[in-house]
């Protein structure tokens, strides 16, 4: 959504003539309910809405009123809503125009979010950047709750740079910020950091900052790839204060190749988590013990939503107790379960890992690049209606299966599977096949609300039948507001 920007003029009541105007300059049209609210409907308020270039590139709505106004009385709690729609710079020029709204500039609840971005758009200057975020740091610190970092395009050369400025950030912050959520995201510290002591720098100042964090509710830091000793001193970091934290996210936290549920550390680490409502790990950080661990830390049905992502560089060839899965949807009847297999796809390996007793309600598949595998695809799909029937709900696929026809047992799945909400599938399936899904919809013998198919090594007349099928069915989707979309990749986009 675009920022909102204000333009306000400091009138005196007693001076203003009963007809003088005063504007207020939105840069979207759905702000005006709040203006609106100032200005109610009656015969001493009329108001002209108008379409006028403002100071950014999007069309500006102008409110007029003919009512004289002293904006300088805008209560405070009407200014302060008008205040967080705006982004930092509109907010600082809109408090530089009145003594009272700068005061009101410094109000706590403006300064909760901050984003910090190491990825910069043309024309913007990286160390004006950097300063501007540690001055905010400074100057508003004591006001933030909830802080994301990213660093969009991360490489070799610019590691160090965001070392710095992050460092800086955090002993801006250390001592005076009270986080109740956290995000890092993506920077993947075993890929672009050449150097161990840059990685090392910032890795420390990170563990110091998150040791003083007591009120953490929230910390999510997937893709950190980190090495065993390094994540579990990060995560131990947090652990002292672990009574609080409901969501943990720590979803490709160790980089590849590792079995961080053979570590005591990190079995510790989760020992202390005794509040968790959302989790998000891989699967070579489940064991039996870890499982044990979750039954009994989540015995009063706090958990309801459970990730696991099975990669296959990592390993995954070790089960989990049956009992254990049952134990853990018993003590937390909320529960929903999604499992994200990631270039492990053949049958034997999913039938392996996803027991019936799993009852996954989510379930991606990703087959990777492999063009020579038989992966059984048939068999997995009469598996998962076999034993999953009454609890799928959304089922994404992403394969490569030129060696093998899925057709049949698509629609077999899809007919079982009642509860199934949502289907998308990335390969090689038949025009005929999605013609009949849309059949059994208009026939209401499935109940699908969203139905994406992207085709792979799609032909002319296959394209052709996509738009004819499209357009057929046209007035069912819109009707029932479904998500229908049918689209192909030519070779060359492949």
Partial sequence: MAHQSIQCSDVSSTSQSPTQTSYIILSTSDRVDVITAWFPDSSD????????????????????TRQSHDWGRLP???????????????????????????????TGCLWRYRHIDFGYSLGTCPVIKNNKDIGFAATFGKHLHHLIITCRHPSFTNCKRFQKMQTSFLQHLYGKTKLKTFRMKNIEFDRYWRFDSIRDRLLVSLKRFLRVQRRLELFE?????????QGCQVLEAIGCNAGHIKTLNIEDFFHSHQSPFRIGRFINFLRQLRHLNILHLNYNCLCNDIMAILVANNNTSSLT???????????????????????????????????????????????????????????????????????????????????????????????????????????????????????EINGNILPATIEDVCDLQQQCKIDLKVFQVTLTNASEEDKYMLEMIEDYYSDMIISQDLDYHFDFIDDIQL
């Fill in 45 to 64: 308020s009329e108001i002209d809405f108008k379409l006028t270039d403002g100071i950014s590139s999007a069309s500006n709505v102008t409110v007029t």
């Fill in 76 to 106: 405070d709690l009407v200014f302060i809503e008008i205040m967080k729609y705006l982004c930092h710079s509109d907010r600082l020029n809109v408090a530089l125009t009145h003594r009272r709204w700068y005061n009101l500039f410094q």
């Fill in 221 to 229: 830091m997937n893709a950190a790839q980190l090495g065993l000793i």
């Fill in 305 to 423: 939503y459970f990730s696991v992502k099975v990669y296959k560089n990592d390993p995954h060839f070790h089960t989990i107790d049956r009992k254990l899965w049952k134990l853990l949807r018993k003590n937390n009847t909320n529960l929903k379960v999604e499992f994200d297999f990631d270039s492990v796809a053949t049958y034997d390996e999913i039938a392996t890992i996803l027991i019936p007793e799993v009852q996954v309600s989510k379930l991606h598949i990703w087959t990777g690049y492999d063009h020579t595998t038989n992966f059984h695809l048939n068999e997995t799909f009469t598996y998962l209606r076999n034993h999953f029937h009454n609890k799928l709900e959304h089922l994404s696929l992403e394969l490569e299966n030129e060696r093998e026809y899925i057709d049949a047992a698509l629609i077999s799945l899809l007919v079982r599977c009642w509860h199934l909400k949502s289907v």
